[in-house]
């Protein structure tokens, strides 16, 4: 039976608004069947390359290999996709008995000695082969893709790498479903107006749609591990004896004996990868990671994690001696520990700067911030989005938009999915259903934007803390990276770019949020309509700084570490908490500020490998970000035309089609210094 003809929906064409998946068809049995024949098709594909008695061309063996696998490529997507926001056990169960054969095929792949000899002999000869700039860095990439997967390594030890990799993929889908495992699984009751001493009425609320969500009788609430709930419960909880219950619950995640347990996971994580990089020459992982980044060596990282991590200490000490002198006129006992900071913080907080959240979320409904987003995108790029409601996705919470250009072309669809839920794994992500390429396919990019905020309780808004609006935008960064990538191969395409160059369009496109002028035109009260004040923007902007040592401590740490235990050069790896626990203390982590993510729920690290001695990328990105807004600031207008033309042409729309530093130097006129990073974190001396 060939696939257009099978039952199985995944195996049809997809022939809904767009090529959307069927997903109201879709099942989680019919995900295995259907990878047995993508597989079969793409290596009956790739053996067909490579068994071709024409000489290799560009044209017959790398345009081809970038338009095989499309069964394989759409299904990949999708699949990933659903594990991630709308999760099942069958789908979980799915997930784990596909990551070992899935990881097999990808080595098949890149280990095929017949497709390889055609690329390598490309590669030697790409000089003299009259390439335009995008086909030769296509070659490039796809050369090295093919080397960093093991295909110039012996025999013996392709068929271990091969190994090492399945592994690894089973390893990575465990613990990831392992960290989901507990957040699911935990709940805070809130069973009398006790326990909800201090809650403003908008997390209340929220946590009543958390209670309704899981089943819970009416009246119910509860605090769960999303990050929608617990931060406020942290910042607003009366309680000490509850949030120190919460924050063990939260830091704890993957560290809970029995079938969760990510600590063993972890090691052998850490030991396989070690394996990995020894295989390809390199005395650890992190030589091997980085050897393909823009920063390209742990020296490089090093350094500028060392610029960032004194200043940001010095200042969450200061910051701490403001929090416990709170304290202390409050007559609460001392020490400060790590489950009061954010409690103590917004009491600081507003007492100098007159501001606390429930202030602020008002103005800041989560309708109102999406056309925030879009208006944004409209005034820069010139595109348009048109909510299409009829068109239905994968869960009753997504919508669904088609994105035009400022000529009324089709420039992509764009899926948004904002709630937090049960099935949904924690933090923020952009994934791809499409990816935008031509090479003979034409094909227009889904992108699917996904966030965890809490929902409004049934028939009320959605409110937004300032942080979560800076989410939806970074994310949005992400989105827009993928919508419009204007690139002829799909192996360059929107974010398929170097992991430190991945976050400068999301972390760019925050500084919008921030600007006044937004503000004024699209944070209004969610039951009045009224402008947000020009009072409350004074004290937001006065704020800005404020905490930023407890942050930039807390996410340097979580690099420091990851950076740490990838350059490590043991064969096998460490007790994860043991050696989370010595590397602080040697760095002089103050115990009360505490890491974003300890390692048995780093997913960053340990879910795959993308962010793998890479979590410092966002640092990187952030000089890249700062230093590229400062453009805008120069021009006198934050959309100033010329200005967005050159960032949307150089950054935006080039994906992986033009090396990093040239990217950036083609938009900026020169490399990114890194004085507007330090400035905008407050970490440049008075």
Request: glycine share 6%.
């Amino acid at each position: 039976m060939s696939p257009l003809t099978s039952p199985n929906p995944l195996l049809q064409d997809w022939t809904g608004p767009y090529g959307l998946p069927p997903f109201a068809q879709i099942e989680a049995a019919h995900f295995l069947p259907a990878f047995e024949q993508a597989l079969a098709q793409h290596r009956a594909e790739l053996d067909a390359i490579a068994a071709q008695p024409e000489p290799p061309s560009f044209a017959n063996t790398l345009a081809v290999f970038d338009r095989s696998g499309r069964l394989l490529t759409r299904l990949e997507s999708l699949f990933y996709s659903l594990a991630a926001s709308a999760t099942s056990p069958e789908l979980q169960a799915a997930q784990r008995a596909l990551a070992g054969p899935l990881a097999a095929h990808n080595s098949w792949t890149y280990m095929h000695a017949g497709l390889f000899k055609r690329v390598d002999v490309l590669h030697r000869e790409r000089h003299a082969l009259g390439l335009d700039a995008q086909a030769l860095r296509l070659l490039e990439r796809v050369h090295l893709d093919f080397v960093r997967a093991g295909a110039k390594l012996a025999f013996a030890e392709q068929k271990r790498y091969a190994q090492v990799m399945e592994r690894l993929a089973e390893l990575n889908t465990q613990f990831g479903q392992n960290v989901l495992a507990d957040e699911t699984g935990y709940q805070l009751l809130l069973q009398d107006a006790a326990d909800s001493a201090g809650l403003p009425d908008f997390l209340l609320a929220a946590a009543a749609q958390a209670a309704s969500d899981r089943g819970l009788p009416a009246g119910s609430r509860v605090i769960t591990l999303s990050r929608s709930l617990i931060v406020p419960f942290l910042t607003f909880s009366e309680r000490r004896d509850l949030r120190e219950q919460a924050w063990r619950a939260w830091v704890g995640r993957g560290e809970n004996a029995g079938a969760s347990d990510n600590r063993a996971l972890a090691q052998e994580i850490l030991t396989l990868r070690n394996e990995q990089a020894r295989l390809h020459g390199h005395a650890c992982y992190a030589d091997y990671a980085l050897a393909d980044t823009m920063a390209g060596s742990r020296a490089a990282v090093n350094g500028l994690l060392a610029q960032v991590w004194e200043p940001a200490k010095a200042a969450a000490a200061a910051e701490q001696a403001a929090l416990e002198a709170q304290m202390q006129s409050l007559g609460h006992a001392l020490p400060l520990q790590a489950w009061d900071w954010r409690f103590y913080a917004e009491k600081v907080r507003k007492a100098q700067y007159d501001l606390d959240e429930a202030e602020v979320k008002p103005y800041f409904p989560l309708d109102a911030m999406v056309q925030a987003l879009f208006d944004c995108a409209g005034r820069l790029f010139g595109l348009r989005f048109e909510a299409k409601p009829e068109v239905a996705a994968y869960h009753p919470d997504v919508q669904v938009y088609e994105v035009q250009d400022a000529d009324g072309r089709l420039r992509g669809i764009f899926l948004h999915d904002n709630f937090a839920r049960s099935i949904k794994r924690s933090g923020a992500w952009m994934n791809a259903l499409r990816l935008q390429a031509r090479n003979g396919m034409d094909c227009l990019p889904i992108i699917l934007n996904n966030n965890n905020f809490a929902k409004g309780a049934a028939g009320q808004l959605t409110l937004l803390s300032f942080d979560d609006t800076r989410t939806l935008f970074h994310e949005f960064g992400h989105g827009l990276h993928g919508l419009l990538s204007d690139v002829e191969f799909e192996r360059l395409s929107g974010t398929q770019v170097l992991r430190d160059f991945v976050e400068l369009p999301s972390q760019l496109f925050e500084h919008w949020m921030a600007d006044p002028a937004v503000l004024k035109k699209h944070a209004r009260h969610y039951q009045s309509g009224e402008a947000i004040p020009d009072a409350l923007l004074a004290k937001l902007k006065a704020a800005a700084l404020f905490n930023q040592g407890y942050e930039t401590v807390r996410y340097t740490a979580s690099a420091l570490v990851d950076l740490a235990a990838h350059s490590l050069t043991e064969a096998e790896g460490p007790a994860v908490v043991d050696f989370e626990a010595r590397t602080m203390a040697a760095y002089g982590l103050p115990p009360a500020v505490g890491m974003n993510h300890r390692m048995t729920h780093f997913q960053h690290l340990f879910s795959g490998s993308s962010y793998a001695a890479g979590y410092y990328v966002y640092l990187w990105a952030e000089v890249l970000e700062a230093d590229g807004f400062e453009a805008f600031v120069e021009a006198g207008d934050i959309f100033d035309p010329v200005v967005a033309q050159r960032l949307r042409d150089s950054i935006y729309s080039t994906g992986n089609s033009r090396e990093p530093g040239e990217a950036f130097r083609a938009f900026r006129g020169r490399d990114a210094v890194v004085g507007p990073m330090l400035k905008s974190r407050g970490l440049l001396p008075v």
